[in-house]
C-alpha cells in the first residue's frame, strides 16, 4: 500500500463517514467560509482520536495521526490546518497531565465523551522573548482571574468549544507566572472577530478571538512551574511542526493527484513527484516513531524535517503547476488555491529565518533556544 493510500484509508477507518461528505462536495465549497468541513469532523469522531484510551479516546499512534493529517490535506487544506489545532492541544494538554493530578484529566475525559473541539491561544514565541512570555494576561479578581488579550489568527474561531490559552498572570503582590486558563467559548467576553482576509483556508476558521475580561475561576487555570512549562511548550511545538507538516504534505501529494487526474502528467513527472513527497513522509515517520520522549534533540529534528519540507514542496508545486499549465490553473479554482495555499506553510511559527542561529548553536552541541 502506498503512503497516499494508507493516509486516504485512515481518514475512512478512523472518521467514519467524513471521506464521503468530503468527496460530494466541491474543493471550493468544502473551503469557503460558509464551509461544515470542521463540524463534519467533530461529528465523525475526530475530537477523542489523540486522546488517550485512559481518558476515553482514541488513542492514536503518532503516525496514525500523521497519515489522517496526510489524508484531511489531500481532501480539504482547511480542515487539516484546523484539525491540526486540535490535535496539538489535545496533546499539550496530555503533556500538562503528566506532571499534574488535576482539571487537565477531567477536561480530557469530557473532550473524548463529548466530542469537545479545542482550540489554541498558546504563546507563538517572538524574537528575543522567551515562548513562555504570552501577551494574555490573567488579573486576580474575586475566586478567579480576569483575563484580556488577543490571539490571532486562532483556528477553530467559531465551532471550538474550549480554548486553551497560556497566560501572564500578574498577582497584585509578587512576581508574575505562567498559567494554562481553560476558557468555554460561550464565557462572557469572548468574542470572534474577522481577521482572515486571505482567499484560501477560509473554512480553518482562524479568526481573531479576543478576550475581555474573562472571568475563569481557579479551578479552571492550571498554574505550571517554568521548567514543566518548558517542558509542555517543546512538547507541544514537536507535535504542532509533526502535525503542520503532514497537513501541508497532504496538499501536495492531492495536487499531484489532480494533476494525474487531468492528464496533465508523464509516469515520469508522477514518479518524480512521488520520490519526493515519500521521502519526506518517511522523515515524519521516523520522528513519529520516536515520540514517546520529546526532548530539544527531537525538536531540532522536527524542525530540521519541517524546513526542508518547506523547499520540496514548493519545488514540487511550482513542477506540478507548469504541467498543469496556464489554462488549467485560471480555469480551475483548485489549482491556483492550493498553489497559494502551499506558501502559508512558511509562515507558520517558528519561522525559518528566526530559527537559524539557534540551530547553528544547537549543531555546536549548545541547547536550543526557542525564539
Known amino acids: 500500500m502506498t503512503i497516499v493510500s494508507d493516509a486516504l484509508a485512515s481518514v475512512d477507518s478512523f472518521l467514519p463517514g467524513l471521506a464521503d461528505k468530503l468527496s460530494a462536495n ?4 468544502n473551503e469557503s467560509e460558509q464551509s461544515q468541513v470542521i463540524n463534519w469532523f467533530k461529528l465523525s469522531g475526530g475530537c477523542k482520536l489523540m486522546v488517550k484510551r485512559s481518558y476515553g479516546g482514541r488513542e492514536l499512534t503518532p503516525w496514525q495521526g500523521v497519515l489522517v493529517q496526510l489524508g484531511l490535506g489531500i481532501y480539504s487544506p482547511s480542515l487539516a490546518i484546523g484539525a491540526g489545532m486540535h490535535q496539538f492541544s489535545i496533546a499539550t494538554l496530555q503533556e500538562m497531565a503528566k506532571t ?18 479545542v482550540s489554541s491561544a498558546f504563546s507563538e514565541g517572538n524574537t528575543a522573548r522567551s515562548i513562555l512570555q504570552s501577551q494574555i494576561v490573567a488579573k486576580p479578581s474575586g ?72 472571568y475563569v475561576p481557579h479551578s479552571m487555570m492550571v498554574n505550571v512551574d517554568e521548567q514543566s512549562a518548558y517542558h509542555a511548550h517543546i512538547s507541544g511545538f514537536v507535535w504542532f511542526e509533526l502535525l503542520t507538516s503532514a497537513s501541508y504534505l497532504g496538499m501536495v501529494y492531492g495536487l499531484v493527484e489532480q494533476a494525474d487526474n487531468h492528464k496533465r502528467l508523464s509516469l515520469e513527472d508522477k514518479a518524480a513527484a512521488y520520490i519526493k513527497l515519500d521521502s519526506s513522509a518517511l522523515a515524519l515517520k521516523a520522528i513519529a516513531y520516536d515520540m514517546n520522549n520529546q526532548t530539544q534533540d527531537t525538536l531540532a ?22 504541467k498543469v499549465g496556464g489554462i488549467n490553473y485560471i480555469g480551475n479554482a483548485y ?37
Open 301 to 322: 529534528q522536527v524542525l530540521a524535517c519541517r524546513y526542508q519540507l518547506q523547499e520540496v514542496l514548493a519545488q514540487v508545486m511550482t513542477q506540478i503547476i507548469e
Open 143 to 214: 475566586k478567579g482571574f480576569l483575563i484580556t488579550g488577543t490571539k490571532k489568527p486562532c483556528s477553530l474561531a467559531h465551532d471550538m468549544d474550549l480554548l486553551t490559552a497560556s497566560v501572564r498572570v500578574e498577582p497584585s503582590d509578587g512576581e508574575p507566572y505562567f498559567a494554562v486558563a481553560l476558557i468555554h467559548k460561550e464565557n462572557d467576553g469572548v468574542n470572534v472577530e474577522p481577521f482572515w482576509n486571505a482567499s484560501f483556508l477560509k473554512a480553518s476558521q482562524s479568526e481573531a478571538v479576543h478576550l475581555d475580561e474573562v
Open 26 to 29: 466541491s474543493f471550493i465549497d
Open 100 to 117: 499534574s493530578h488535576g482539571l487537565e484529566s477531567l477536561l480530557l475525559e469530557a473532550i473524548a465523551k463529548n466530542d469537545l473541539l
Open 335 to 371: 489549482f491556483s488555491s492550493i498553489a497559494q495555499t502551499i506558501h502559508a506553510f512558511n509562515f507558520h511559527p517558528p519561522a525559518k529565518h528566526s530559527m537559524l542561529t539557534p540551530l547553528a548553536s544547537y549543531y555546536d552541541n549548545k541547547p536550543l533556544i526557542m525564539v
